[in-house]
């Protein structure tokens, strides 16, 4: 991409880029990935994006669907290729015509991300509720772990009724009148009203008595549709539930890689320590921010805000789509259009300050970034796949935004670590 840059009056910076054939054709790919991901299809890798859009949600042109999002895929490369940090993502305007194939050349003003001092750099003082682990949730924890290990032994007969663990046999089933032999077993046990099987297959079992068999049919969901299963089921025994106590002995013979029940029960503390101390690291970072934020000096242009508060609103937007409810009715649901306002005014403002005022940090204290501090970011965008979420956003030309978020989150870890913590149990 060939990027050329002119200043402006004022602060802005004009660029003007020229994307290859190549980026152009990226793009589009990019952006269909998109269109099919927000419409809940999973692309195929090595199938036509623009078929399977055709086959999946009946789309018979998808380029032209995509193309207005097109220019948004092509303008991180031109401002990671100038080195230039925007205070809010710049819209580009067309100077050519777009299509694939072709080279497209557009321009954009950019605003560079204004720097802003704090009053003090002084360690920040505030309280925080000491990092522990519940007892209790370990214990659930080992209970859940014993269940998996649970035996069943014979109680004395009487009518089943819901909740009870009964061994059953079931045979000569019938799906829509076809043989379902998978179905039938010689002896298992069943927990009824567990939702393991329909309802209506509990409420036949409801009141019958070791020993006695029956003949019945009920109804089952069977893709798109709900099919009539018929069977013949015996109930053999009334049982109870019997969860292994977490003993030395019982370790060795079922987790011999740990040494005794202590350790047992130790690494299941530390894997609850691990999944919740990323939580608690959180707690401490928005607390130090709180105080930080405090520290802001200076006035935040109009076109900041105006741009943040577009942002948070397409990201509430989408994850409100995403759970099936309309713009519209969220706002309706909190108050109303004038009170919505003032909260997204005061998210908004909360958002930029935090964010100067890390950046801030960041310039005072002199810090850098290693390559671990750009993976500690990856991870919070996705635990499951840092290495994913580096490439993905290096690739599609977000390498300065993943810098950002890697400075800044280093910037927290710094307040935090520097603090002036008083801990409360």
């Known amino acids: 991409m060939k990027v050329v840059q002119k200043k402006l009056v004022g602060k802005r910076v ?28 999973e692309p195929e890798q090595g199938k036509p994006f623009a078929e ?34 925007p205070a809010f993502p710049p819209k580009p305007v067309a100077q050519t015509t777009l299509k694939r194939g072709e080279e497209f050349t557009f321009t954009m003003e950019i605003l560079p991300k204004p720097e802003y001092e704090l009053d003090s750099y002084e360690p920040v ?40 663990f009964v061994e059953i046999s079931i045979s000569d089933t019938k799906q829509d009148g076809e043989d379902f032999a998978a179905f039938n077993t010689e002896r298992r046990t069943y927990p009824v009203g567990q939702g393991y099987m329909p309802g209506a297959f509990d409420d036949q079992l409801v009141g019958m008595e070791p020993g006695q068999e029956k003949d019945f049919a009920f109804q089952a969901p069977g893709g798109d549709d709900v099919v009539k299963v018929t069977c013949h089921v015996k109930v053999l025994e009334l049982q109870k539930q019997v969860v292994p106590e977490i003993t030395d ?23 609850l320590e691990s999944a919740h101390r990323q939580e608690y690291n959180a707690y401490l970072e928005n607390l130090a921010l709180t105080k930080l934020s405090q520290r802001f000096k200076g006035s935040i242009d109009d076109a900041l805000y105006e741009a943040m508060r577009e942002t948070q609103l397409k990201q509430l937007s989408t994850e409100l789509q995403a759970q099936g409810m309309s713009l519209d009715k969220f706002i309706e649901q909190n108050g109303g259009q004038q009170q919505f306002g003032m909260m997204l005014m005061v998210q908004t403002r909360m958002a930029l300050v935090n964010g100067f005022a890390l950046d801030a940090v960041y310039r005072h204290e002199k810090l850098t970034l290693t390559d671990e501090d750009i993976m ?12 994913l979420a580096r490439m993905q956003m290096e690739e599609t030309g977000n390498g300065y935004a993943l810098r950002e978020m890697a400075e800044r989150n280093k910037a927290a870890r710094w307040v935090v670590e520097h603090a002036d913590i008083t801990y409360t149990d």
């Open 249 to 271: 002995e019982w370790v060795a013979k079922n987790m011999p890689f740990f040494r005794d029940a202590k350790a047992f029960r130790e690494s299941i503390e530390y894997q």
């Open 376 to 387: 500690e970011t990856c991870r919070i965008i996705n635990p499951q796949g840092p290495q």
């Open 125 to 164: 003082a505030f309280t925080a509720k000491r990092f522990s682990i519940d007892p209790r949730e370990v214990d659930e924890q080992v209970k859940a772990a014993a269940q998996g290990f649970c035996s069943y032994e014979a109680i004395d007969p009487r009518p089943v009724k819901k909740g009870d």
């Open 52 to 85: 399977q859009a055709e086959e999946r949600l009946g789309v018979p042109n998808l380029d032209a669907l995509v193309m207005p999002r097109v220019p948004e895929f092509l303008v991180p490369f031109a401002i990671d290729k100038k080195g230039i940090v």
């Open 14 to 41: 004009l660029v003007e880029a020229t994307a290859s054939a190549v980026d152009v054709d990226k793009a589009f790919d990019w952006a269909s990935v998109a269109f099919l991901q927000q419409m809940g299809v």
